[in-house]
């Protein structure tokens, strides 16, 4: 009997110490990792605060190759959520949510000096109010880099055995913020170092749209007098074909680019026509969309859409390695746009346009949003062309549309949502963070514009 006494006095004084122990331990717990990454804080804020690029730094795909990510919410900023859901146990189901973002994403600026993000997490380690806190602060002598915080925090509250976790919060939680922070600055030297921050870019829905086109290319040094001199021959052709076949042009030239190389750049002409159905060789045709080439192994690839075109001529009514019809020697049909593309505007010369196609680029790769400039050319249309005067001197700039096409986006872009305008040519504000375009003499050609990108 007294062995039991003593059995059970003893266990009271171990729960006794076990409760003394944990109601000394801390209430709360907190870890932090810090990393400087060589990006700009406006992407390296663009990435974090919404949860596009998730999958592709954060460690729960290391943990598990498996595990199924869904979005809800706002696309962008507080209140966009993502979920997780995994059979492995380390992983398991969870969820983040963007609490805040300081300041808001219309603020950050080229001297924009401190920023803070903030994701409420739900998973099952254990604590309540959890959350991860992403403080960045603009370092380097010229304020290209960004020293990134990540912290955890979590209230254990009086619940003793979350105190008692306490004990392991340099486990899953100090990995999760360690490994994620590394992978984090992977995917962010996959973006190009553009400055996109005067950029206004909106998702349009494009539709399908019945188009003459002609493949052509000039050699870089040319610059914008050897692409003008190329764009007019190629309109006069097309202007020609939808002639001949009855059709009417319905809109400006739009310009897709192909090739973008050092020392050529390729590209294709095209008008929109007022017909999908076209007549050639006395048949009757109905345009399709160009589809991706077949890939040719007894020659090397070229990204240009004129591979190839002068092996062997194509018989007229035939179709080329694309699937478009061919009218002529030189000029093609096809349906193009449709599906959404991320647009820009440029209101300068054309030397301006290069430049906002990568800012295009870089945007999207930030806000997660998917592209293929190899299967779906990203393209510019003229909308208002450019004034000149008697001695030649721009008086007024032209105005460009530049798209990307684009999947896996949300309907708008934030500044749309927000009410955000592009610039207009009315404003002589570029779409770009640089100051108005030269006049007509000093303008940059196309090689120039695309170093600045670089």
Not at 137 to 145: A, D, F, I, K, V
Not at 199 to 220: D, F, M
Not at 305 to 326: I, K, M, N
């Amino acid at each position: 009997m007294m062995r039991v006494l003593e059995f059970l006095v003893a266990l009271v004084i171990v729960a006794a110490l076990g409760v003394v122990a944990a109601v000394v331990m801390p209430g709360s717990g907190h870890v932090e990792r810090q990393l400087v990454i060589g990006k700009d804080l406006r992407q390296v804020y663009d990435v974090l605060d919404n949860y596009r690029r998730l999958p592709d730094y954060a460690v729960l795909r290391s943990y598990d190759p498996h595990v199924q990510f869904s979005f809800s919410g706002k696309a962008f900023g507080p209140g966009a959520e993502v979920s997780w859901t995994s059979t492995d146990p380390k992983v398991g189901n969870g969820g983040l949510t963007i609490a805040s973002a300081t300041p808001d994403f219309d603020k950050i600026s080229p001297t924009t000096k401190n920023a803070s993000i903030v994701w409420n997490l739900d998973n099952d380690w254990r604590g309540m109010d959890k959350h991860f806190t992403l403080d960045l602060e603009r370092q380097g002598s010229r304020g290209q880099l960004t020293q990134v915080t990540w912290s955890y925090d979590v209230a254990y509250g009086w619940n003793l055995v979350n105190r008692f976790s306490s004990m392991y919060i340099h486990g899953d939680p100090d990995a999760f913020v360690q490994f994620s922070l590394n992978n984090l600055q992977n995917v962010l030297a996959g973006i190009a170092n553009v400055d996109y921050s005067a950029l206004i870019p909106y998702i349009e829905q494009t539709q399908p749209t019945p188009v003459l086109l002609v493949s052509t290319s000039i050699a870089r040094k040319d610059g914008l007098e050897g692409l003008d001199d190329a764009t007019s021959k190629a309109i006069g052709e097309l202007q020609a074909a939808a002639k001949k076949l009855g059709v009417n042009v319905t809109g400006p030239r739009i310009l897709f680019t192909t090739n973008y190389g050092d020392q050529t750049y390729s590209f294709d002409v095209a008008l929109p026509i007022d017909s999908s159905t076209l007549t050639v060789n006395g048949q009757s045709e109905q345009l399709t969309a160009p589809t991706a080439a077949p890939l040719d192994t007894s020659a090397p690839a070229d990204a240009s859409s004129t591979a190839g075109a002068a092996s062997a001529p194509l018989a007229v009514g035939s179709r080329d390695r694309f699937g478009r019809l061919v009218v002529d020697s030189n000029v093609r049909a096809t349906l193009a746009f449709g599906g959404a593309a991320l647009k820009g505007v440029w209101n300068g010369t054309f030397a301006g346009v290069p430049l906002t196609r990568d800012m295009l680029k870089a945007y999207a790769q930030t806000h997660g949003y998917t592209f293929d400039d190899v299967v779906n050319r990203p393209y510019d249309i003229i909308v208002t062309p450019e004034v000149k005067d008697a001695g030649g001197n721009i008086t007024a700039y032209a105005k460009y549309n530049v798209f990307l096409p684009i999947s896996n986006a949300p309907a708008q872009t934030p500044e749309q949502e927000a009410g955000i305008q592009p610039p207009s040519p009315d404003t002589g504000e570029p779409a770009t963070s640089g100051t108005a375009p030269a006049p007509a003499s000093t303008a940059a050609a196309p090689a120039a514009a695309a170093s600045a990108a670089q």
